[in-house]
């Protein structure tokens, strides 16, 4: 079975504070993601990586960073904090056999920014 | 632009059946998926489609429409598990996925 680990369930931190979203996938994935989900909205891409080392923008890359040092760990990094980013940050991967790939999820962490 | 629209809330019995619709608008479709989600925990794969039809999957089914824009996902012999929310996606011509905002399944005794 896939697993993809997520270094929190819950986060609570202070505006302005640089808050660090660790994912941990245990299936050899070439590609992950990180999205957010709201209440009333889709999920909606942050920043995605198909390799090691490389990272591309998705549709709300404003205030975020990524890192991808290793192949199955991928970081989201909020550099300064709004209350804005209050949300569930939801990690994913998938394994690249072609142009279609299921996408496997994390549990999530809920953020809470004050 | 690119768009997916699925009811926000429905309500069933258990024992009966649901038919979750879900209608999209996006730049090329290279296939459609569902995923179910329970509340406070990780979105699950469930289906994916990229011909029109229906695939059958034990008690959940997902049907496709490809000149409609159109896809369903029907669940038989609802029971209280099923209570969760139900997301459909878009795979667009970038291959990017276009995620609806999910339908919010409630199950009654």
């Known amino acids: 079975d896939v697993k993809v680990t997520q270094s929190s369930r819950y986060l609570v931190k202070r505006t302005g504070e640089k808050v660090f979203l660790e994912c941990v996938q245990d299936?050899?994935?070439?590609?992950m993601f990180w999205y957010r989900q709201d209440p009333g909205l889709g999920l909606r891409l942050i920043y995605f990586?198909?390799?090691?080392?490389?990272?591309e923008k998705g549709d709300i890359p404003e205030g975020y960073s990524v890192s991808r040092e290793k192949k199955e760990r991928f970081s989201l990094i909020l550099e300064s904090a709004s209350t804005n980013q209050t949300s569930m940050y939801l990690c994913?991967?998938?394994?690249?056999?072609?142009?279609?790939?299921?996408?496997?999820f994390g549990p999530g962490t809920r953020l809470t920014v004050l | 632009g690119q768009n997916i629209d699925q009811p926000t809330e429905m309500t069933a019995t258990e024992g009966a059946i649901v038919q979750i619709n879900c209608t999209y608008q996006?730049?090329?479709?290279?296939?459609l998926f569902w995923y179910q989600q329970h509340a406070g925990e990780a979105p699950t794969f469930l289906s994916y489609?990229?011909l029109d039809g229906l695939e059958e999957k034990g008690r959940f089914s997902s049907f496709l429409s490809r000149s409609k824009g159109y896809s369903y996902l029907l669940l038989k012999e609802l029971q209280m598990k099923d209570s969760a929310s139900y997301l459909c996606?878009?795979?667009?011509?970038?291959?990017?996925?276009?995620w609806g905002a999910g339908t919010k399944l409630i199950i009654k005794p």
């Open positions: 990586s198909y390799d090691v080392k490389m990272k």
């Open positions: 489609n990229v």
């Open positions: 299936m050899d994935h070439e590609n």
């Open positions: 994913a991967s998938s394994p690249r056999t072609g142009d279609v790939d299921t996408q496997y």
């Open positions: 996606a878009v795979i667009d011509s970038n291959y990017q996925l276009i």
């Open positions: 996006t730049s090329g479709f290279n296939g």
